[in-house]
């Protein structure tokens, strides 16, 4: 279903046309009008409201163009509690005086104005309003608009007019604080990473995060970085305030993924109550982070009818609204108001179901970028593409050097374009030094200055000899630690630790190609060989071989047509098809409840990844050792889901354990082929354990009370330890729902909500 525009009148606006299509307002065109104005996505046209043609776009445009502020304003889209606290941040005056401007004069004045009059504005804007005006405009349009704003963090460049910053992601498939050292020497090495050292975890689990945070904190207190750049640990913002209670002064900027809207943070395990109160403790230099990105919402079933666009945009007014909040705290305190509070859009994690292609990734960026900087807020961007995506290793370079002139804050930073735990694509050290050379930009003054008194940079800013040398640095890290051993000593000592942490399939970039920005030549191929890998592991297929050697195994499916219809359309991963949902309800009156945890398997991306020698033998044999020495109830079946997510799993859980009478924990572990790309082909474990009246609730087991554990397999996180770990988590959880209340009408209340 699409949206088809043809009887458009001239000077009629997006409200007329629904009074005189309809008679009277009707929300539901509303939504769709909105949706018809956007470029082309996936994600749209997935919910039906993208434009029919380009005919049809170009007059919802016109309608849009026509249509007052204060008329978008007074019309929300959909309206919940998040809706409102954004519209808390709003200046009360500026809205009155900007309600007679048309999204049209809006587009001209940001097109035109100074910057200093768009600033002057920009507290009148809502969330909704911005991202229509942003709908109206072109890839061009967005370029000038995005190059003309700038909102650097208080006291640095970060943000400002001829910079791009560089977020630091040092990742490892084993959350090994070696493996995160050395990618921080190698970035510096070269003279890449200036805004935040941020760590995506594996493990959750608090005293994991929290070696983790101490790794990075000890790079940055030795060199005396600490006051010019933060760490951050990116596991939900719960842990790190844990961490911090635990280890006071240990942690960083406080991050969290946002949704733009309330039901969709559910998912995340956030509130607007829960969000407050974290900006409220947020007294020190450092505030929050926030990571965003088009297509969340939808994927997570929380559209409410709503495109993509408009969603992202509510995301930024969330932090905008928090923002506003950590300036209070600081004020509080006595500090100056100078909130360092900054958001990273993460353009294209999702995959084709949002978009497809190269130049749907540049909209993206841009499209987000612009309503960023709308929202008063510095936004950086993490320009990356999943193996799925048709989006190559030449094609990301290409939508960074599209991406760049419209004045992102930073993007991120690996020793490659391939992140070794998240497995996905993104933006290399050699993409910094290549976009600084080409553009003219640079990295914030204060890290530039350390990075010549390194020496991987002379003072005219020129690459030392020294350059993309992480033993150099490392020798740097051990002189400033009070080590007096020979270089010679120290430097031996480097090339072991780098040769353990690329034995565990971290790589290193050490040197360069022909030019400075060029990748060495082996690495370069290392990185071609691991992106086809990926690509023929996303096309892989459980063989029969494999599921025949599963004890008790029951072949399910879902409603996925075939692997390409799993691909590209995810909601169908996510359901049983009839004749599997009829065998799993056939599986409970076997059971007669004897059982209370079961073992789900599905391909997942990466059907490899069950397959390989050493990995899903070993996991299931000791989850089940384990799982019987707690206690627990296995039922002796493997459910063997084909083309299934992780939601495919809940819906098992429901069918065999739904009970509205019953309050004790029923436990599922859904073992599930993770995305490739990372070399490891491995696996995830999700892991709920709910009462079973939660499991009788539909949608009510979602991931926020689902636990992961990630990168499993033979070269990672090892398949017993993970199955250990498991175990340990399930109890947990199932302490939780032994102690979670019952509401009024005996159902159980949603934690979080």
Same mark, same amino acid.
């Given at each position: 279903?699409?949206?088809?525009?043809?009887?458009?009148?001239?000077?009629?606006?997006?409200?007329?046309?629904?009074?005189?299509?309809?008679?009277?307002?009707?929300?539901?065109?509303?939504?769709?009008?909105?949706?018809?104005?956007?470029?082309?996505?996936?994600?749209?046209?997935?919910?039906?409201?993208?434009?029919?043609?380009?005919?049809?776009?170009?007059?919802?445009?016109?309608?849009?163009?026509?249509?007052?502020?204060?008329?978008?304003?007074?019309?929300?889209?959909?309206?919940?509690?998040?809706?409102?606290?954004?519209?808390?941040?709003?200046?009360?005056?500026?809205?009155?005086?900007?309600?007679?401007?048309?999204?049209?004069?809006?587009?001209?004045?940001?097109?035109?104005?100074?910057?200093?009059?768009?600033?002057?504005?920009?507290?009148?804007?809502?969330?909704?309003?911005?991202?229509?005006?942003?709908?109206?405009?072109?890839?061009?349009?967005?370029?000038?608009?995005?190059?003309?704003?700038?909102?650097?963090?208080?006291?640095?460049?970060?943000?400002?007019?001829?910079?791009?910053?560089?977020?630091?992601?040092?990742?490892?498939?084993?959350?090994?604080?070696?493996?995160?050292?050395?990618?921080?020497?190698?970035?510096?090495?070269?003279?890449?990473?200036?805004?935040?050292?941020?760590?995506?975890?594996?493990?959750?689990?608090?005293?994991?995060?929290?070696?983790?945070?101490?790794?990075?904190?000890?790079?940055?207190?030795?060199?005396?970085?600490?006051?010019?750049?933060?760490?951050?640990?990116?596991?939900?913002?719960?842990? #790190?305030? +844990?961490?911090?209670? /635990?280890?006071?002064?240990?942690?960083?900027?406080?991050?969290?993924?946002?949704?733009?809207?309330?039901?969709?943070?559910?998912?995340?395990?956030?509130?607007?109550?829960?969000?407050?109160?974290?900006?409220?403790?947020?007294?020190?230099?450092?505030?929050?982070?926030?990571?965003?990105?088009?297509?969340?919402?939808?994927?997570?079933?929380?559209?409410?009818?709503?495109?993509?666009?408009?969603?992202?945009?509510?995301?930024?007014?969330?932090?905008?609204?928090?923002?506003?909040?950590?300036?209070?705290?600081?004020?509080?305190?006595?500090?100056? +108001?100078?909130?360092?509070?900054?958001?990273?859009?993460?353009?294209?994690?999702?995959?084709?179901?949002?978009?497809?292609?190269?130049?749907?990734?540049?909209?993206?960026?841009?499209?987000?970028?612009?309503?960023?900087?709308?929202?008063?807020?510095?936004?950086?961007?993490?320009?990356?593409?999943?193996?799925?995506?048709?989006?190559?290793?030449?094609?990301?370079?290409?939508?960074?050097?599209?991406?760049?002139?419209?004045?992102?804050?930073?993007?991120?930073?690996?020793?490659?374009?391939?992140?070794?735990?998240?497995?996905?694509?993104?933006?290399?050290? +050699?993409?910094?030094?290549?976009?600084?050379?080409?553009?003219?930009?640079?990295?914030?003054?204060?890290?530039?200055?350390?990075?010549?008194?390194?020496?991987?940079?002379?003072?005219?800013?020129?690459?030392?000899?020294?350059?993309?040398?992480?033993?150099?640095?490392?020798?740097?890290?051990? /002189?400033?630690?009070?080590?007096?051993?020979?270089?010679?000593?120290?430097?031996?000592?480097? @090339?072991?630790?780098?040769?353990?942490?690329?034995?565990?399939?971290?790589?290193?970039?050490?040197?360069?190609?022909?030019?400075?920005?060029?990748?060495?030549?082996?690495?370069?191929?290392?990185?071609?060989?691991?992106?086809?890998?990926?690509?023929?592991?996303?096309?892989?297929?459980?063989?029969?071989?494999?599921?025949?050697?599963?004890?008790?195994?029951?072949?399910?499916?879902?409603?996925?047509?075939?692997?390409?219809?799993?691909?590209?359309?995810?909601?169908?991963?996510?359901?049983?098809?009839?004749?599997?949902?009829?065998?799993?309800?056939?599986?409970?009156?076997?059971?007669?409840? +004897?059982?209370?945890? #079961?073992?789900?398997?599905?391909?997942?991306?990466?059907?490899?990844?069950?397959?390989?020698?050493?990995?899903? @033998?070993?996991?299931?044999?000791?989850?089940?050792?384990?799982?019987?020495?707690?206690?627990?109830?296995?039922?002796?079946?493997?459910?063997?889901?084909?083309?299934?997510?992780?939601?495919?799993?809940?819906?098992?859980?429901?069918?065999?354990?739904?009970?509205?009478?019953?309050?004790?924990?029923?436990?599922?572990?859904?073992?599930?082929?993770?995305?490739?790309?990372?070399?490891?082909?491995?696996?995830?474990?999700?892991?709920?354990?709910?009462?079973?009246?939660?499991?009788?609730?539909?949608?009510?087991?979602?991931?926020?009370?689902?636990?992961?554990?990630?990168?499993?397999?033979?070269?990672?996180?090892?398949?017993?330890?993970?199955?250990?770990?498991?175990?340990?988590?399930?109890?947990?959880?199932?302490?939780?729902?032994?102690?979670?209340?019952?509401?009024?009408?005996?159902?159980?209340?949603?934690?979080?909500?």
């Amino acid at each position: 279903m699409s949206v088809s525009l043809r009887d458009v009148l001239t000077g009629e606006d997006v409200f007329g046309y629904i009074h005189r299509v309809l008679g009277s307002f009707d929300s539901r065109l509303y939504q769709q009008l909105l949706g018809a104005a956007n470029a082309f996505k996936e994600g749209d046209a997935a919910l039906g409201i993208s434009a029919a043609d380009e005919t049809s776009r170009a007059n919802a445009r016109a309608l849009l163009s026509r249509t007052k502020l204060g008329a978008i304003h007074s019309h929300p889209p959909f309206e919940d509690r998040l809706h409102a606290f954004m519209l808390e941040g709003l200046d009360g005056e500026l809205l009155p005086r900007l309600s007679e401007w048309t999204l049209g004069q809006l587009k001209h004045f940001l097109l035109t104005a100074p910057e200093a009059e768009v600033h002057a504005i920009l507290g009148g804007l809502g969330s909704d309003v911005i991202a229509c005006v942003v709908k109206l405009m072109s890839d061009a349009e967005l370029t000038a608009v995005g190059a003309r704003i700038y909102h650097p963090l208080p006291g640095s460049k970060l943000g400002a007019k001829g910079y791009l910053g560089a977020r630091l992601q040092p990742n490892s498939p084993t959350d090994h604080p070696d493996d995160i050292r050395w990618q921080v020497f190698n970035g510096w090495s070269f003279a890449v990473g200036d805004v935040v050292l941020g760590t995506n975890p594996v493990s959750s689990v608090p005293a994991s995060v929290a070696a983790v945070e101490a790794a990075l904190h000890d790079i940055l207190v030795t060199f005396g970085l600490a006051e010019v750049m933060p760490h951050c640990v990116l596991s939900h913002i719960d842990v #790190q305030a +844990q961490v911090e209670a /635990r280890q006071p002064g240990t942690t960083g900027i406080w991050f969290q993924s946002l949704a733009g809207n309330e039901s969709a943070n559910r998912t995340f395990d956030v509130t607007i109550e829960k969000m407050v109160r974290h900006a409220a403790s947020r007294t020190g230099k450092f505030g929050l982070y926030f990571e965003t990105g088009q297509g969340a919402d939808a994927t997570n079933g929380h559209h409410h009818g709503c495109d993509m666009l408009i969603h992202e945009s509510r995301k930024y007014g969330f932090a905008r609204a928090l923002k506003a909040r950590v300036a209070m705290a600081q004020l509080g305190v006595g500090r100056a +108001q100078e909130p360092w509070v900054h958001v990273n859009d993460v353009a294209g994690f999702i995959g084709p179901e949002v978009f497809r292609t190269r130049e749907q990734l540049v909209r993206c960026c841009l499209e987000d970028i612009v309503m960023g900087k709308l929202h008063g807020l510095m936004i950086g961007l993490d320009v990356c593409s999943t193996l799925h995506m048709d989006v190559t290793l030449d094609d990301l370079g290409w939508c960074l050097e599209q991406v760049a002139p419209a004045g992102p804050g930073y993007l991120m930073a690996l020793p490659t374009r391939n992140d070794p735990m998240l497995s996905y694509l993104t933006t290399a050290f +050699q993409d910094h030094v290549r976009l600084r050379e080409k553009f003219g930009l640079k990295a914030d003054d204060r890290m530039w200055a350390f990075f010549q008194e390194l020496g991987v940079i002379d003072a005219q800013g020129r690459p030392t000899e020294h350059f993309g040398d992480p033993a150099w640095v490392y020798l740097q890290y051990r /002189r400033r630690k009070g080590d007096s051993r020979p270089d010679a000593e120290v430097l031996t000592e480097a @090339k072991r630790e780098m040769a353990a942490v690329r034995e565990r399939s971290v790589p290193l970039a050490v040197g360069h190609g022909a030019l400075t920005y060029e990748l060495e030549p082996s690495l370069e191929r290392e990185l071609r060989a691991l992106y086809e890998d990926a690509k023929a592991g996303l096309w892989s297929e459980l063989s029969e071989a494999m599921v025949a050697q599963l004890v008790d195994a029951v072949p399910l499916r879902t409603c996925s047509e075939d692997r390409r219809d799993y691909i590209l359309h995810p909601p169908s991963g996510e359901r049983l098809d009839s004749a599997s949902e009829l065998a799993v309800r056939m599986l409970r009156l076997r059971h007669a409840g +004897q059982w209370d945890a #079961q073992i789900v398997i599905s391909d997942g991306l990466d059907a490899r990844s069950l397959m390989d020698e050493g990995h899903l @033998k070993p996991f299931l044999a000791e989850l089940r050792r384990e799982l019987a020495a707690a206690g627990w109830h296995v039922a002796p079946e493997h459910l063997v889901v084909k083309y299934g997510r992780v939601r495919a799993g809940y819906q098992v859980g429901e069918l065999l354990f739904g009970d509205s009478e019953k309050s004790a924990p029923r436990a599922l572990v859904h073992v599930i082929g993770e995305r490739p790309g990372s070399g490891h082909h491995a696996f995830s474990a999700y892991l709920s354990a709910p009462s079973a009246r939660a499991w009788g609730r539909q949608g009510r087991v979602d991931h926020d009370i689902t636990r992961l554990i990630a990168g499993i397999s033979d070269t990672s996180v090892r398949p017993e330890s993970a199955a250990r770990e498991a175990v340990r988590i399930l109890a947990e959880l199932a302490s939780s729902a032994r102690n979670e209340p019952p509401t009024l009408d005996g159902s159980v209340e949603a934690r979080g909500a």
